[in-house]
């Protein structure tokens, strides 16, 4: 049996991504963002968002078809996003998968957004292990999860009970004054300055959270120490680096971040990681990550930078599992479910 040729469409943010993929194979992966346009918010505008798929996903979609080289009959399914994420911008891709698939009378997989960050992994390092743990870093989500069949089967261990990694990324990146969104910004900047210049403090790490939060984030506290350092600063009109104060933070940020990941593999017994979700292309992060699992005799995947943000291949790779695993097709009435925990690989 050949393996199955399919079309990933993803539209649960700022991304348009159409990826066709067959197999482990891909074979085309076409983006268009709108990031530009939400800048001079300072963050994502729903509206705007929902208006740009609108535009871009015709033209993602005949670039995505042309780069494969494949006619749109030859595709097996369609694999779309049906959450989480933003409502109106998920109806949009829902929307016109399910035009695709009726019109070309194939079956329809909604996939859930979060596990395909960690699925799009399998397009350069082949399937994962099982079990495997995954490190899900994002602008709207950290989570620790067990992947026992990326297809049918995970459990999530661990989450952020206040902000996301790169939630805080974005809400430092505004106070020092640095563009949107702040991730790639805060990084590139890190690298002129001293990590270990402030001690800034890593949040759920203290003794007494190790019972109810041993496997849970929390960055809004960085978050308030790093604006309260600064605020101190600026009021008595003392100079300082921003560089500094940006390694710092993401020095923060990597440490209890990979020192939760590597805490959480070695309680269940689990030799596999695998980094996935928009922070996961912040070089720091990757950097520490694989010296403490190295150290940890932990086997760490990691896709290339470019697969780390939002896209169609990873809706499709994870789209051509479920096909493969002989999952049942979603219905063609399935909504948008901007809730979709991360336990529910399809709907």
């Known amino acids: 049996m050949s393996e199955p040729l399919i079309l990933g ?7 348009t991504g159409v990826g066709i993929v067959r197999g482990y194979e891909l ?4 983006v268009a963002s709108s990031v530009e346009e939400h800048a001079r918010f300072g963050g994502v505008v729903p509206e705007i ?28 399914a369609i694999a779309v996003t049906a959450g989480p994420g933003l409502m109106g911008a998920l109806v949009v891709g829902l929307s016109a998968a399910k035009a695709l698939a009726f019109a070309l009378k194939k079956p329809l997989y909604g996939v859930n957004h979060l596990i395909a960050h960690v699925g799009v992994d399998m397009l350069e ?3 994962l292990p099982k079990p495997t743990m995954a490190l899900l870093v994002s602008g709207g989500h950290t989570n620790l999860v067990k992947v026992t069949d990326i297809a049918s089967e995970v459990e999530e261990i661990g989450t952020t009970i206040d902000d996301a990694a790169g939630e805080a990324y974005d809400k430092v990146a505004r106070l020092l004054g640095l563009a949107y969104p702040g991730g790639p910004v805060i990084d590139r900047l890190a690298a ?3 990590p270990k210049a402030i001690a800034f403090p890593r949040g759920l790490t203290a003794r007494h959270d190790w019972e109810r939060h041993r496997f849970n984030y929390s960055f809004s506290g960085l978050k308030t120490a790093v604006a309260r350092w600064v605020e101190i600063r600026k009021r008595d009109g003392e100079e300082f680096a921003v560089a500094d104060v940006a390694a710092s933070f993401q020095e923060a940020v990597a440490d209890v971040l990979t020192a939760k990941a590597i805490d959480a593999c070695q309680f269940h017994g689990i030799d596999s990681l695998v ?3 928009g922070v996961a292309a912040n070089s720091r992060l990757r950097q520490l990550l694989e010296l403490r699992c190295t150290e940890a005799g932990i086997t760490l ?19 051509s599992e479920l096909v493969r695993a002989g999952i049942q097709p979603s219905s063609m009435t399935i909504s948008a479910y901007s809730g979709m925990p991360i336990n529910q690989v399809s709907v």
């Open 9 to 15: 469409i993803e539209s649960s943010c700022d991304e």
């Open 27 to 30: 074979l085309a992966n076409e």
């Open 49 to 76: 968002a929902s208006r740009a798929h609108l535009e871009a996903m015709t033209p993602t979609l005949n670039r995505a078809v042309e780069a494969a080289g494949i006619d749109l009959n030859e595709i097996d």
């Open 125 to 127: 390092h082949g399937p």
């Open 192 to 194: 002129e300055g001293n």
């Open 275 to 277: 980094l996935g979700g």
């Open 301 to 319: 995947r990691r896709p290339s930078p470019r697969l780390c943000t939002d896209n169609g291949a990873m809706i499709a790779v994870v789209g």
